[in-house]
């Protein structure tokens, strides 16, 4: 579930084929759904309005960096003082760069997905707008070389 997401929203039956039809393909139909779940239009209308107002069923549009003149995309894995770790994924969430900032644990605590428009530009990002950030102790950076897949595979609940 995404954040705010409201719990106390339960998936019941026949959600299960709308939420695998609309993870194949986002742009499926009422029509196609209706056929999917065995509902009639109106009740795949009603319901996926319940589970979007809820946060249960969020649509994204996931472009290809490049696609848009980003040709520099990377990984960063990041160990940030513990006291400023919040402080410091909430500066990187602010960054234009950043498509992913995420806490984690182990030998890193923050990981974060970036997008530049090239090298050069990614060396400024990480010497002058990762550098000022004091709490970071180290950065590992991984360009990206090759993209296999993008979207993930739709998990439900068993």
Not at 23 to 44: K, M, N, Q
Not at 45 to 71: C, E, H, K, Q, Y
Not at 123 to 137: G, K, M, N, Q, V
Request: hydrophobic share 45%; proline share 4%; charged share 20%.
């Amino acid at each position: 579930m995404e954040a705010g997401a409201d719990a106390s929203v339960e998936l019941r039956q026949g959600d299960r084929a709308l939420l695998e039809a609309l993870g194949r393909d986002g742009r499926t139909g009422y029509a196609e759904l209706a056929t999917a779940t065995g509902w009639s239009d109106a009740t795949v209308r009603r319901r996926s309005a319940t589970l979007r107002r809820a946060g249960v069923l969020n649509f994204v549009v996931d472009i290809p960096p490049a696609a848009l003149g980003f040709r520099a995309e990377a990984r960063l894995w990041m160990s940030v003082q513990p006291s400023k770790l919040t402080a410091v994924a909430a500066a990187m969430a602010g960054h234009p760069e950043s498509s992913l900032v995420a806490l984690t644990t182990g030998p890193t605590n923050l990981l974060a997905a970036v997008n530049c428009r090239d090298a050069h530009d990614l060396s400024r990002y990480l010497t002058e707008r990762i550098a000022s950030l004091d709490a970071i102790r180290t950065i590992e950076t991984a360009p990206v070389i090759r993209t296999l897949k993008r979207a993930g595979t739709l998990l439900l609940p068993t």
